[in-house]
């Protein structure tokens, strides 16, 4: 298993049974395939409710892709909608819970996931509006770079996606959870330790494990 | 009045330099792949302010017509997904508006209803916000948006009645359905056209009084 999927697995593991779960680009879209047959409704942006795991071979529709444009499935009950009716959805609220991708997350749980300073800014996609419509956000993201510098930083050098906080973090070696205003490690991954998250957290952060 | 059915070149006739139009897809999917070519093809579609999610991808859909030279401005909510964009863009010959994809997509749907703008949560205290009215409504922070109109919208649908009802084909429907009412003039490209009453009235996704050309479809992804 890819660390990419890893991360999804992980992830697929902290949504709760009944909630309307928007898979954004990147390691999120990859839940998909790790849901199984809970009782969990999928949403993307692109407007589609009832988004199933990745189809084999023939099954592959050019026309029925997740966020990414990937292909993906439709799952019993299914629907498609405008995407204006898409964003209706996220920002007044009725979906569930955002999972979003982060190139960094501050010591507060802010995100930034869409700019890179000294490049132009050219895209921006749907983070935004999931970061404030959705009930719960959770970020999926390596903990560190390609470079091996911290994701999890005390303060972003890259431009926020939002002012709201996240509420959970969950990457390859770790969860964090959001509360009171920091973070607090709740979960060391198998395989990794106590030890490792320490020195590649570049952000503060209280220990319940 | 019934929709006319034309082909692609002449559709696309009815834009002139400098025009702002629409054009449906998410990526290349659906995109109106077909009426792209014509735009493509046409000397007049030039200097074009294009509003769409993305310029498709290098070379193709509406990446093509940024290479012939078409655009002169685009507004959307992710294009990096195109090198020539960023490239085009850093070289001055391309002017990007970002904006964050659910202000788009209700900046399409306000303004095919007739409002000048919208209030949104969306954004409100990044670099997005910069220059934007910011007004507190019942406690909350609120960025003001204009509406967005074109004088052509390019649609991509599956099947038309000869009316020009529309029904979409799973998730090539995005943006396509908030497009159809914010054209000036609104062309939809086509899988199929079937005699008016062949659609099901409950399935009918846009209604045909917003729809004028209808174009057979002859690329497809």
Not at chain 2, 22 to 30: K, W
Not at chain 2, 147 to 163: F, I, M, N, Q
């Amino acid at each position: 298993m890819s660390v990419s999927e890893t991360i999804a697995r992980r992830v697929a593991g902290h949504l709760r049974d009944g909630e309307t779960v928007n898979l954004g680009i990147g390691i999120p879209t990859l839940v998909a395939d790790f849901i199984e047959d809970r009782p969990l409704v999928l949403h993307t942006e692109n407007g589609m409710l009832g988004v199933g795991p990745t189809p084999e071979g023939a099954a592959v529709d050019v026309n029925l892709v997740n966020a990414g444009k990937l292909p993906v499935s439709e799952t019993p009950g299914a629907a498609y909608f405008s995407s204006s009716e898409s964003f209706a959805m996220i920002r007044g609220g009725h979906v569930g819970v955002a999972v979003l991708g982060a190139l960094q997350v501050d010591a507060r749980g802010r995100v930034a996931n869409w700019a890179v300073p000294g490049r132009p800014i050219l895209g921006v996609g749907g983070a935004m509006d999931l970061l404030v419509g959705a009930q719960r956000v959770i970020v999926a993201t390596t903990h560190v770079t390609k470079r091996g510098e911290p994701k999890l930083v005390e303060t972003c050098t890259l431009p926020l996606t939002a002012e709201r906080p996240v509420d959970l973090i969950v990457t390859e070696h770790a969860t964090f959870a959001v509360r009171g205003g920091g973070l607090v490690l709740t979960e060391v991954a198998p395989g990794s330790s106590g030890e490792w998250v320490r020195e590649h957290t570049g952000a503060a952060y209280r220990s319940e494990v | 009045m019934a929709a006319e059915v034309v082909d692609a070149a002449l559709a696309v006739a009815e834009i002139e330099r400098g025009d702002t139009v629409m054009v449906g897809g998410f990526g290349l999917v659906g995109a109106p792949l077909t009426l792209i070519e014509a735009l493509v093809a046409s000397p007049a579609a030039r200097e074009l302010t294009v509003i769409s999610n993305n310029l498709g991808e290098p070379g193709k859909g509406l990446g093509a017509l940024l290479l012939a030279g078409g655009v002169r401005k685009a507004i959307g909510s992710y294009f990096t997904s195109n090198p020539d964009v960023v490239a085009a863009h850093e070289r001055g010959a391309l002017e990007v508006e970002l904006l964050p994809q659910g202000t788009l997509s209700e900046s399409i749907r306000s303004g095919g209803a007739g409002l000048g703008g919208f209030y949104t949560p969306t954004a409100v205290g990044t670099q997005l916000a910069e220059g934007r009215e910011e007004r507190e409504i019942d406690g909350a922070r609120y960025l003001f948006y204009p509406s967005l109109r074109a004088d052509v919208a390019l649609v991509r649908a599956r099947t038309a009645d000869e009316l020009g009802n529309l029904v979409y084909d799973k998730t090539a429907r995005n943006f396509n359905p908030d497009m159809a009412t914010a054209g000036r003039i609104v062309v939809a490209e086509v899988d199929e056209i079937v005699p008016v009453g062949d659609l099901a009235p409950e399935l009918v996704a846009t209604p045909h009084l917003f729809v004028d050309y209808l174009v057979r479809a002859k690329l497809t992804l």
